[in-house]
C-alpha cells in the first residue's frame, strides 16, 4: 500500500505544471484521465480503511475513464464532442475499445474480454461482492489478501496509463521522464 501510494503522489508531482493544448479533445481526453486518476487515489484510500466494496466498486469507473480519455483523444470527431456536451453521446463502450484497438493502442480488447464481467459484478454488487461478504454465520466484508493485492494492481496499472497519456499530450519531456522512471522505479507489473 505504501508503495502505491507513494507512486500515486510522485505521479501527481510529475504531472502538477503540465501544460495542456487547448482544443476540445484535449480537454475532453484529458478531464477522463483525471477522473481516472481520481478514481485511482479514492481505491487507494478505500483499500486503506478497508472498504473493499466500494474500492473494488471503482475498479469499472476508473478503467471506463481510461478508455474513454484513449478514444476522445485518438478517435472521436467535432459532432463526437458536441454530442458529449449535449449528454447525448451513446456510442457502445465495446465500439470505442474497438475503435481504439483499431486505431492507435493494442491490448484493449483482452482487457475488457478478461475484466469486463468481473468489473460489472463488483460496480453492481454481483455475486463476486455478496459472497466476498459472507464469512460461516456473519455477514462483514471478507476480501482475502489476493483480492485486495490484484485491486490495488489493477488501480495502479491504469492509474500510470492515465499519468502517461496526460504527460504524453502535454508534450512536457519533464513530466515524460518523470512518468517513465515512475514505471520503471515501481513494482506495478510484478
Not at 26 to 52: A, G, K
Not at 116 to 143: C, E, M
Not at 153 to 172: C, E, T
Request: charged share 25%.
Amino acid at each position: 500500500m505504501e508503495k502505491s501510494k507513494q507512486n500515486l503522489l510522485l505521479l501527481e508531482k510529475a504531472l502538477d505544471r503540465i501544460k495542456l493544448p487547448r482544443s476540445d479533445n484535449v480537454m475532453v481526453s484529458s478531464s477522463y484521465y483525471s477522473i481516472c486518476m481520481e478514481h485511482y487515489r479514492s481505491i487507494l484510500i478505500l483499500l486503506e480503511l478497508r472498504l473493499y466494496s466500494s474500492a473494488s466498486a471503482l475498479l469499472r469507473s476508473l478503467f471506463e475513464s481510461y478508455v474513454r480519455g484513449l478514444w476522445f483523444y485518438y478517435c472521436s470527431s467535432d459532432s463526437d464532442i458536441t454530442l458529449l456536451k449535449k449528454d447525448k453521446f451513446e456510442k457502445e463502450f465495446g465500439m470505442l475499445v474497438k475503435e481504439i484497438e483499431k486505431n492507435t493502442v493494442a491490448g484493449l480488447l483482452s482487457a475488457k474480454k478478461n475484466n469486463w464481467g468481473t468489473l460489472n459484478g463488483l460496480t453492481h454488487s454481483g455475486a463476486g461482492q455478496v459472497f466476498r461478504r459472507v464469512s460461516d454465520d456473519n455477514i462483514s466484508s471478507n476480501f482475502d489478501a489476493g483480492f485486495i493485492e490484484d485491486t490495488m494492481k489493477f488501480a495502479n496499472n491504469y492509474g500510470l496509463l492515465a499519468a502517461g497519456q496526460l504527460a504524453l499530450i502535454s508534450g512536457d519531456k519533464k513530466a515524460q521522464a518523470a512518468v517513465l522512471e515512475i514505471k520503471k522505479a515501481s513494482d506495478i507489473d510484478k
